[in-house]
């Protein structure tokens, strides 16, 4: 059964399992974590989260889906790109195949995923994209399961419209912009306490980057594919 990339926001897609993008301990941060906590109910899922604990990165752990359109939600903790070589590969491929395992030993027979990392984790795009297409791909070879990626931002569609060809797309350019700038922004000091990062790390929010990357949202010109999307680092 072949896997689909859509452009939405995940909190409204409808699958059986969810996968959340967690914080690895028992709070929830910005982007997707934020959203799926609001979407499911935050009191309510910050309880079943708090009773789990910690997760390590590349592990997951799952809770109810409470107000979703979903019966799980598979949280699990991607890694912090620092540069390819101290097992961020491995350890984002971890997340995806074990919530496909997850969910296949839940009976389910959908499941969402968001890109998991490329957020403020700063996992490249295409790389993120690359593996995940990578698992899906494996998985399905011995399993009957629809999987769905959920890309937000505009970039990321690009990258997986050149990869795939045809993919759905549920929300325009100003619905993503309008969302993004509302819900999945954070300051520095929010994204500082909740998303785990060490104090000996050199992490700065770059507002002009940030402005501009909205400012683009807008801008209807494709990019040229990146070279060796396909090709494993």
């Keep these: 059964m072949p896997f689909k990339i859509i452009r939405n926001d995940i909190a409204k897609v409808k699958a059986d ?3 959340n993008t967690a914080n690895p301990r028992p ?3 910005g982007g997707t974590d934020t959203a799926i906590y609001k979407a499911a109910g935050t009191e309510k899922l910050l309880v079943e989260r708090q009773k789990i604990g910690n997760i390590e990165r590349g592990d997951i752990a799952v809770t109810p889906a409470f ?3 979903a019966k799980y939600i598979i949280h699990t903790v991607g890694p912090k790109w620092i540069d390819g070589l101290n097992g961020e590969f491995d350890t ?3 997340c995806y195949s074990k919530s496909l395992e997850k969910a296949a030993e839940l009976g389910c027979e959908s499941i969402a995923f968001p890109l998991i990392s490329t957020g403020v984790y700063g996992f490249p795009k295409d790389r993120a994209l ?5 698992v899906f791909s494996y998985f399905l070879m011995d399993h009957d399961m629809n999987i769905t990626l959920v890309v937000f931002d505009k970039h990321s569609y690009q990258l997986s419209s050149g990869l795939l060809g045809a993919i759905d797309s549920y929300i325009d350019a100003n619905y993503v912009k309008s969302k993004k700038s ?3 922004s954070r300051t520095i000091i929010e994204e500082r306490e909740l998303l785990d990062f060490d104090e000996e790390d050199d992490w700065e929010f770059d507002e002009r980057a940030y ?3 909205l400012k683009c949202e807008s801008d209807e010109a494709m ?3 990146m070279e060796g999307l396909m090709r494993r680092p």
Aim: glycine share 4%; proline share 8%; no cysteine.
């Design 130 to 134: 690359q593996i995940a297409v990578s």
């Design 182 to 184: 509302a819900e999945y």
């Design 17 to 19: 399992v969810i996968v």
């Design 223 to 225: 990019p040229p594919m």
């Design 67 to 69: 107000d979703l359109k």
């Design 92 to 94: 984002l491929a971890s």
């Design 27 to 29: 709070v929830f941060g």
């Design 211 to 213: 402005e501009e990357e």
